[in-house]
T-cell receptor, first 115, second 115 residues
Framework: AQSVAQPEDQVNVAEGNPLTVKCTYSVSGNPYLFWYVQYPNRGLQFLLKYITGDNLVKGSYGFEAEFNKSQTSFHLKKPSALVSDSALYFCAVRDGGSGYSTLTFGKGTMLLVSP | GAGVSQSPSNKVTEKGKDVELRCDPISGHTALYWYRQSLGQGLEFLIYFQGNSAPDKSGLPSDRFSAERTGGSVSTLTIQRTQQEDSAVYLC?????????????FGQGTRLTVV
């Protein structure tokens, strides 16, 4: 079965500093990985995805994510955090080995960027 | 429309009453998902529709929950005899196809409160 783990409930970072939000996954085949962001009282917004190819994927709002097959990780990163990046971030996966199309989400990580 | 539309945005109901939640996906999207988001619980998969295929109902928590999708477009999630533990935000998403690398787009959600 496909699964995703986000080991940190909350990440705190000062504005201007780099940020990392961690995600690890478990699948039987090739992973299809996604990051979403949720602002207060809003739905989820798609940030970026990894399907194949370069391990470093660039997405919206200056975010990027690094796919690491050996560590089964897909950490979200940004070189310089903004206060406006404060939100709830979700990692999600589909398992290419099962052909199953439903997205499985992690429990989310709250990112707090302080001025 | 431009995005996934859900109605109502908020619903307060008495315990034991039935409720219907509506989702209008992005035009042309063949896949439709329902998720439930409870505080601290992440996103819980409920049901998945893809074209004319039988829906994947494996995430429905009890037989009080059902969903249908008419004409391959609008979907309704029905909860019968609501319980307090049904209180959550119900999110609908759609995607262009069932391709594993296809991102899903989410609506704003319906916040259900059972009193």
């Amino acid at each position: 079965a496909q699964s995703v783990a986000q080991p940190e409930d909350q990440v705190n970072v000062a504005e201007g500093n780099p940020l990392t939000v961690k995600c690890t996954y478990s699948v039987s085949g090739n992973p299809y990985l996604f990051w979403y962001v949720q602002y207060p009282n809003r739905g989820l917004q798609f940030l970026l995805k990894y399907i194949t190819g370069d391990n470093l994927v660039k997405g919206s709002y200056g975010f990027e994510a690094e796919f690491n097959k050996s560590q089964t990780s897909f950490h979200l990163k940004k070189p310089s955090a903004l206060v406006s990046d404060s939100a709830l971030y979700f990692c999600a996966v589909r398992d290419g080995g099962s052909g199953y199309s439903t997205l499985t989400f992690g429990k989310g990580t709250m990112l707090l960027v302080s001025p | 429309g431009a995005g996934v539309s859900q109605s109502p945005s908020n619903k307060v109901t008495e315990k034991g009453k039935d409720v219907e939640l509506r989702c209008d996906p992005i035009s042309g999207h063949t896949a439709l998902y329902w998720y439930r988001q409870s505080l601290g619980q992440g996103l819980e998969f409920l049901i998945y529709f893809q074209g004319n295929s039988a829906p994947d109902k494996s995430g429905l928590p009890s037989d009080r929950f059902s969903a249908e999708r008419t004409g391959g477009s609008v979907s309704t999630l029905t909860i019968q005899r609501t319980q307090q533990e049904d209180s959550a935000v119900y999110l609908c998403a759609s995607s262009l196809s069932q391709g594993l690398g296809t991102e899903a787009f989410f609506g704003q959600g319906t916040r259900l409160t059972v009193v």
